[in-house]
């Protein structure tokens, strides 16, 4: 099973910008889906972003034009940028491996830590 950890979070202020680092291990990196997913308290957890084996992304319509997913093979890594952030992205920002089912992905591993984003205005 891969494992992941997340990291790169911290308080921003409204309008800048961070990225994220999803770190993972195993040998199959390569040829999986990875996605970025967010929860703020109270609320459940939502797919922001993801990239799939091919290096194709996509991403929630809340995040689009603000958000960019990208993979680095060779480091086992996918980070996430985020620019012109905004006090709703405030959460804890969690990555995870992706299957694709019948027309939807899905998290496939059980969740780490997380990394704590936080947005003042």
């Known amino acids: 099973q891969v494992q992941f950890v997340e990291s790169g979070g911290g308080l921003v202020q409204a309008g800048g910008s961070l990225r994220l680092s999803c770190a993972a291990s195993?040998?199959?990196?390569?040829?999986?889906?990875i996605g970025w997913y967010r929860q703020a308290p109270g609320k459940q957890r939502d797919l922001v972003a993801l990239?799939?084996?091919?290096?194709?992304?996509s991403y929630a319509d809340s995040v689009k034009g603000r958000f960019t997913i990208s993979r680095d093979n060779a480091r086992n890594t996918v980070y996430l940028q985020m620019n012109s952030l905004t006090p709703e992205d405030t959460a804890v920002y969690l990555c995870?491996?992706?299957?694709?089912?019948?027309?939807?992905?899905?998290?496939?591993?059980?969740w780490g830590q997380g990394t704590q984003v936080t947005v003042s205005s």
């Open positions: 995870n491996r992706l299957v694709y089912r019948s027309g939807t992905y899905y998290p496939l591993n059980s």
């Open positions: 195993g040998s199959t990196f390569s040829i999986i889906h």
């Open positions: 990239v799939d084996s091919g290096g194709t992304a």
